[in-house]
């Protein structure tokens, strides 16, 4: 989702339709249980009924996971507050509990190693978002015309808010999801990966979506609305055609071309720095919502203002672009645990730095970056440890530090050898798809291929608060000593001799200047620092 300075509030919320459940303090991932880590999830199926008038949802779920030893119970997560009322495994019942937002399946004898189906019967009222996408849920609303429109988020919450699962980053279903969404025939379902068939029985319309490929769970997601469907194609960087499909309210279908045109030159901008369009046997797709955007993939959500800033004469939207990077930096490379969502929200929003550089020249880009800088609180480090919650790990500046990061070490290690690497975290199949990153994975990347051991400068960025303190001391006549005083790797930094700037290399003893007047110090701010001159 894009950078907001968010501050979580508890809010009450009730209607009279339907008591949802107050999920304002929940969160995902964490501490992996050990029952959970015993499970791989294979494959999500999701057959729900949605009533939109009285907004509740009823139907079931099949959940394909290999064991990797026998167990004696399954352990799925669903919010407590739906009503559970069947549960099969291998299609023999089975008994459970529900606690905690867990269920608890077990068995007189262990489950066996190896497949299992799990069948689960559920129905209630989701909950209901307070402030979405930051706070997850469900958004009930109407369009401008009166026609029902219903959108999900759940990045905080995961997708245990409204299907049973394994609410961790670091298991995706590796044979992909179905989704069987079944609501008023009036309206239309727009979910992930491709639509493959509709079916209709008397007043209702049954949408079937299916992926083939590796999903998070927040990202099975589905939106409904009165929408239409304006379609365009467009030819990947490989030559793969992927047909470009955005599900634009019917009330704001004069907007969709100029929107799609703007997405069409998106993606070649991505596909220029982090290779080919990621989900190029599906679709690109675009679905209007009444909440800032998400990340869904294959389905980016986008808010409904079409408001555009002008760049080097070219239209852009920052929520269209950063939700559209994401299909990259979140979708296709994943962080294995939210200790590293830095590098989902970090680069992200680094590609819109990128974007700036394509459409407006370096100043646009240095435009944006001194931005993020200006944003950085540094009160938290970005990664704080291991097994991090997604409430957590948002206490960080992950958006605009993680963007500043990358920023820094381009200059530090130098375009020639930053790019093509960078190209390589999001194109080479050890970090892609059914693989996850962690902040160690991208250190030891950046680290062989420039040759440099990059591991004290991730640390110093990433895992404390600490900027560079730089001292400059005069030590003779027009001599001076530049030493960083808390840093302790050979750093290059670009200081001004005599007026003029040269890029030297900082040692950890320091190093002689000899200059008429006192130099400055990494004027353009590629790091964050302080300065000190005695
Ligand atoms: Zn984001």
């Known amino acids: 989702m894009v950078y907001l300075n968010i501050a979580l509030t508890l809010l009450c919320f009730s209607t009279a339709m339907s008591q949802p459940r107050d999920i304002s303090k929940m969160s995902s991932g964490g501490k992996l249980n050990p029952q959970q880590a015993n499970m791989d999830i294979r494959h999500y199926t999701i057959n729900l009924n949605v009533d939109m008038e009285k907004q509740t949802i ?25 009503l559970v009322t069947e ?30 189906l799990v069948f689960v019967e559920y129905s209630g009222a989701p909950p209901v978002a307070v402030r979405p996408p930051w706070g997850g849920g469900f958004t009930w609303t109407k369009d401008s015309n009166g026609n029902p429109w219903m959108a999900i988020n759940c990045q905080f919450e995961g997708g245990k808010i409204y299907f049973p699962c394994k609410d961790h980053p670091s298991d995706e279903p590796n044979e ?55 379609s365009d194609t467009y030819t990947t960087v490989k030559g793969n055609k992927v047909p470009v499909d955005f599900y634009v309210l019917e009330v704001d279908t004069a907007n969709a071309k100029k929107l799609i045109k703007t997405k069409i030159r998106d993606t070649k901008i991505l596909e220029k720095y982090f290779g080919e369009y990621p989900w190029a046997k599906e679709k690109i797709g675009i679905a209007e919502v009444p909440n800032s955007g998400m990340e869904h993939q ?19 939207s920052a929520n269209l672009f950063h939700e559209y990077a994401h299909e990259w930096w979140a979708n296709k490379v994943t962080n294995k645990d939210w200790a590293h969502m830095w590098i989902q929200e970090g680069i992200a929003t680094y590609a819109e730095a990128l974007c700036m550089l394509e459409l407006g020249g370096e100043e646009a880009y240095n435009e944006i970056i001194n931005g993020h800088k200006r944003s950085i609180k540094n009160k938290k480090a970005l990664v704080q440890g291991e097994e991090i919650n997604t409430q957590d790990t ?9 963007s500043f990061f990358m920023h820094s070490l381009r200059f530090l290690i130098g375009d020639r050898i930053f790019f093509p690497t960078l190209k390589k975290l999001a194109t080479d199949p050890a ?76 040692t950890k003893e320091g ?10 110090v990494d004027a353009k701010g590629f790091y964050l620092k302080k300065v000190t001159y005695e």
């Open 58 to 82: 009823h139907g079931n779920a099949e959940v394909s996971l290999n064991l990797l030893n026998q167990s004696d119970t399954i352990l799925l997560d669903l919010l407590q507050s739906y």
């Open 431 to 506: 970090y892609t798809y059914d693989n996850f990153v962690t902040t160690t994975d991208v250190e030891q990347l950046f680290s062989k291929a420039s040759g440099k051991n990059l591991k004290p400068f991730f640390d110093f960025y990433l895992r404390t608060t600490d900027e560079l303190n730089i001292n400059i001391k005069e030590t003779g006549y027009h001599k001076y000593l530049v030493k960083i005083n808390n840093y302790f790797m050979d750093l290059p930094i670009e200081i001004s001799i005599n007026n003029k700037i040269e890029k030297r290399i900082i």
């Open 298 to 316: 294959t389905m980016i959500t986008f808010q409904n203002k079409f408001d555009y800033k002008t760049i080097g004469g070219q239209d852009y």
């Open 394 to 402: 948002y206490t960080g500046d992950i958006y605009t530090k993680g």
């Open 87 to 116: 549960i099969t495994v291998n299609n023999a019942p089975a008994k459970f509990s529900h606690i905690d937002d867990k269920i608890f399946i077990t068995n007189p004898t262990p489950f066996k190693q190896g497949k299992q």
């Open 176 to 230: 992909g999801v179905d989704l069987n969404i079944t609501v008023p025939s009036q309206l239309v379902v727009a979910g992930p990966g491709l639509l493959i068939k509709t079916t209709q029985q008397k007043d209702r319309k049954t949408y079937y979506w299916k992926t083939n490929y590796t999903i998070s769970n927040y990202c099975i997601l589905f939106n409904v609305g009165k929408y239409k469907v304006v």
């Open 511 to 520: 190093i002689t200047i000899n200059s008429n007047t006192p130099p400055g």
